[in-house]
């Protein structure tokens, strides 16, 4: 069986994007594959957090991946600073990568822009994300469209530390869903949806109530000339549209787009689709809330489990580049 691997920020409530980008294909994925899913605490600590709102966040992230239907039966969820060996195969590839290779990266350049003071951890940030994946011997790694350039780094610290030391990673492939790679933000669709950077109306949560759903798909942002196709370059508002309504509905979206003629049908018909995909999230969501002991001892045992696998990689890491074992 292939191994999986994926990481998700504690940023609160789950988006659209984060759904349709990454969760949905997590849960396809556990039932076929050997699957490990981590919530990255260690990586929210990059920019300016509460204490307090990292913890409730990191519960509340772990709540929101079991109702969208990750199974602990059939994978291992876990918190990722409850496995040290994260930050100890950090350091290993710190001296791995080069100050360069980190200056590209595009999400770095995108969040310490116009900042007067940028932490080192956000500089670093694509290495810890190389380590969560080269500790499980991951083949696959479910992303949406924006980490693209970070897998593409952890393949070539992989390789690299391959050629230097000897055979030591897995090199790992992304994997990105054919449809809903880059859900747009509703009411600026040439930028991606995000909980950050976008308005409340431009970003559906998944836990937004019906009315809430209808009510931000109808305002969506489309254009005027009243034509329904799907061309994302010069139409990005309907091509968002088309592909919200597609993935629910599990068609491609320029079929979606033959069936309408009028934007005011198809958005009626894509907030009813995506308040029916995410209802049963929604009912799911209330009965784990209920039991927080329940959920707690699922992660710790999910820690357990991952803790066990990359205790084994590291130490073979730490012995071909030369660290005196302990064993
Ligand atoms: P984050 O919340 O940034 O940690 O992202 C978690 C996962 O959701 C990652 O795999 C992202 O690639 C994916 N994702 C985030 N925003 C979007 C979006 N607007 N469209 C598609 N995928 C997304
Ligand atoms: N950087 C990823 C994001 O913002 C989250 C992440 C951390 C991740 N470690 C990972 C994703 C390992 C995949 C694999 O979405």
Not at 53 to 60: I, Q
Not at 69 to 75: N, R, T
Not at 144 to 161: K, M, P
Not at 301 to 318: D, F, L, N, P, W
Request: with cysteine.
């Amino acid at each position: 069986m292939s191994k999986v691997f994926s990481g998700i920020q504690p940023s609160g409530d789950l988006h659209l994007g984060n759904y349709l980008g990454a969760i949905r294909n997590w849960v396809a994925d556990q039932h076929v594959h050997d699957a490990i899913y981590c919530i990255v605490d260690l990586h929210a600590l990059s920019l300016d957090i509460d204490p307090s709102v990292l913890r409730s966040r990191t519960y509340e992230t772990a709540l929101d991946l079991l109702a969208a239907g990750l199974d602990p039966q059939a994978c291992t969820l876990f918190i990722q600073s409850q496995v040290p060996e994260h930050p100890r195969l950090t350091w290993l590839l710190e001296c791995t990568a080069t100050m360069g290779e980190l200056r590209r990266m595009t999400q770095f350049k995108d969040k310490s822009e116009g900042k007067e003071s940028v932490r080192a951890g956000l500089f670093t940030y694509p290495i810890l994300q190389a380590a969560d994946i080269l500790l499980y011997d991951t083949d696959r790694v479910p992303v949406g469209n924006d980490q693209r350039q970070h897998v593409e780094l952890t393949r070539e610290l992989a390789i690299r530390f391959n050629v230097r030391y000897g055979d030591t990673f897995v090199v790992p492939e992304a994997a990105f869903p054919s449809v809903g790679a880059r859900v747009m933000d509703l009411q600026h669709p040439t930028r991606k949806m995000s909980k950050s950077v976008s308005s409340p109306l431009g970003t559906v949560l998944i836990l937004d109530p019906p009315e809430e759903i209808e009510r931000k798909i109808k305002k969506a942002v489309t254009d005027t000339d009243g034509e329904v196709r799907f061309d994302p370059e010069a139409k990005p508002g309907l091509a968002n549209l088309l592909e919200l309504l597609a993935v629910a509905t599990d068609r491609a979206p320029a079929d979606v787009a033959e069936a309408y003629q009028r934007y005011g049908d198809l958005k009626r018909d894509a907030g009813e689709a995506l308040v029916e995909l995410l209802r049963p999230l929604r009912m799911r969501r209330a009965e784990l809330a209920s039991d927080p002991g329940e959920v707690t001892s699922l992660l710790a045992h999910g820690s357990e489990k991952a803790g066990a696998i990359a205790s084994v990689t590291y130490q073979r890491a730490a012995d071909a580049i030369g660290l005196l074992g302990s064993h």
